[in-house]
C-alpha cells in the first residue's frame, strides 16, 4: 500500500514538475514577442515603409543664358527620378517671368530679378548660379580689349568701324538680344549705364543664336553668357580684366548675371525636389562650373 501511494505520489509530483515547465517556456517565449512590438513603436529595427517616388511633369521657360544649366540638370535629375518629366525651353527672361506669373510655366527664368509689376503675383525667387558674360566679336576683328566707355560707345551707334578703338578697317556690325533678354538688360545696366542700344543692327531670339551669327559675320560684336563661348568668337576683355571665376569673386570684372528660377508661391512636389537638386551641393559642388557657370553662393564668400 505504501508502494503503491509512494509511486502515486511520484507521478504526480512529476506531473507538476512538467507543467511548471511549460508555463515557464511559455512565458519566456511570450516576452521576446511583447519587446519586438514595444520597438516598433520607438521606431526600432522594423523597416519604415518606402517613401512614395517623386512624380509629374515640371516646366521651366526664360532665360536662353540659363538654358544649358536648366537642360544639364533636368537630365541629371531625370536619371535619378524616372517618373519625373522636366520640359525647359528659352524665349528671354521676360517671357519666363510672365510664364510663371501666369501659370503656364511651373518655374521662370530669368537673368534678372522680377520687376515692380510682379509684386503682387507671389513669385518666390531661388538663386542658383552667377552666370559671367563677354562681349564678343568676329576672329577677324583684331582687337582683344574694350573699355567701358568704348564698348558703350558702339553698342549706342556712336563708334561704327574698327579703326576708331584700334583695330583695323571695318564697319562694325552690331548683334543684338530682342528687348525680352535678360543679358541685353544686363548689358544695358553694366555697360550702358542704362541708355538706349542702338536700332542698327541684328537682333537674334537666344544667346546660341547670338553666337553663332557672330561667328559667322565679318566685323561683328555681340554678348553672350560664358557657356556659349566657342572656337568661332573671340571673347574680349572688358577694361583690361578677363572673366574668371577669380575675377567675378575680387570685383574687377563686371559683367556678370545672378540667375534665378522663380516659383509662384512655396514650390511642391516634383517642382520642389527639382530645385532642391540644383541647389545640393552635389549639383553646386560638382555640376555648376563644369558647365561653366559659378555657385549661387560664390559673392557670400
Known sequence: MLKQLSKKSFRMGLIMMLSVGMITACGQTQAPASSASGDNKSGGSTPAPATAAIQGTVTASGSSALLPLVKAAADEFMKKNPK???NPTAGGSGTGLKNVADGTSDIGNSDIEAGPEYKDKNLVDHVVAIAPFALI????VKIDNLTKKQAADIFQGKITDWKEVGGEPGKIVVIHRPD???SRALVKQIVLNNQEFTKDGVTQESSGAVATSVGQTANSIGYVDTPYLNDSIKALK???V???????KSGTYPLYGVEHMYTKGEPKG???????YIMSPEFQDKK???LKFLPANLLKK
Not at 566679336?137 to 577677324?140: E, G, L, P, R, S
Not at 578677363?242 to 567675378?248: N, R
Not at 516634383?270 to 532642391?276: G, I, N, R, S, V
Open 84 to 86: 519625373v518629366t522636366i
Open 137 to 140: 566679336v568676329n576672329k577677324n
Open 180 to 182: 525680352s533678354s535678360g
Open 238 to 240: 572688358f577694361e583690361g
Open 242 to 248: 578677363a572673366f574668371s571665376k577669380e575675377t567675378i
Open 270 to 276: 516634383a517642382t520642389k525636389a527639382f530645385l532642391d
Open 288 to 290: 555648376v562650373e563644369e
